[in-house]
């Protein structure tokens, strides 16, 4: 276990349905992320929290609209999600002062099928 | 943004020999982290490099800086079947990861 959990860790839906991916960290950590990857393309970095401010969004499209209440949870809304939306998305965390030496504790990720 | 380029892309080894991943950087790097990801799994951080010609160990995997600061490298010597999985490099700008595409190694028993 790295202390970062995700939930759920497989979800199935419809381009019409809305659901939320949540992530928690007990490593007591003050950064968080949102990856994406899928088969075609590298670990895409989505959103960065720091202090449970937004500090990064990478050109996400605005169907995915992240959360984050407190240092230890994130989450990401979902609605009205295309095919090529797919993919494992996995959420991270990291000491967040700042540092160039941070390293990343990743979560399992959640596998996302929308059909 | 820049990115980090990986070669190769797919790695078979014959179980028991030597191989070398790359990743390259068109810019100047503060640092380099490696991550290596089992099938079904998630990334796990292994190193970070930081010195120019840095080079660290552990076990069989060796792990270089350039000089210049604008590439890395893993070697890994007597692979072993739990070598398999896909070896990421990632630079790092303040709390901020980019990935490289990954080396995805095959094992051959």
């Known amino acids: 276990e790295t202390g970062v959990t995700q939930t759920p860790r497989h979800l199935v839906m419809g381009m019409t349905n809305k659901k939320s991916l949540k992530c928690e960290q007990h490593l007591g950590h003050n950064a968080m992320y949102w990856y994406k990857q899928s088969a075609k393309k590298p670990l895409e970095l989505m959103f960065v929290?720091?202090?449970?401010?937004?500090?990064e969004n990478n050109s996400v499209p605005s169907r995915f609209s992240p959360e984050c209440p407190n240092s230890s949870h994130l989450f990401l809304h979902l609605h009205t999600l295309q095919p090529e939306d797919s993919a494992l998305y996995l959420c991270?965390?990291?000491?967040?002062?700042?540092?160039?030496?941070?390293?990343?504790?990743f979560g399992s990720g959640t596998q996302l099928s929308v059909l | 943004g820049q990115q980090v380029m990986q070669i190769p892309q797919y790695q078979h080894v014959q179980e028991g020999e030597d191989f070398t991943t790359y990743c390259n950087s068109s810019?100047?790097?503060?640092?380099i982290q490696w991550y290596k990801q089992r099938p079904g799994g998630h990334p796990v951080f292994l190193i970070q490099?930081?010195?120019?010609?840095e080079v660290k160990k552990q076990k069989r995997l060796t792990f270089q800086f350039g000089e210049a600061k604008k590439n890395s490298s893993l070697h890994i010597t007597a692979t072993q079947t739990t070598d398999v999985g896909t070896y990421f490099c990632?630079?790092?700008?303040?709390?901020?990861?980019?990935f490289g595409g990954g080396t995805r190694v095959l094992v051959k028993p």
């Open positions: 929290y720091n202090f449970k401010e937004q500090t």
């Open positions: 990632a630079k790092a700008a303040g709390n901020k990861l980019t």
């Open positions: 810019t100047t790097l503060s640092n």
């Open positions: 991270a965390s990291s000491q967040g002062l700042g540092q160039i030496n941070e390293k990343l504790f």
């Open positions: 490099l930081v010195k120019s010609g």
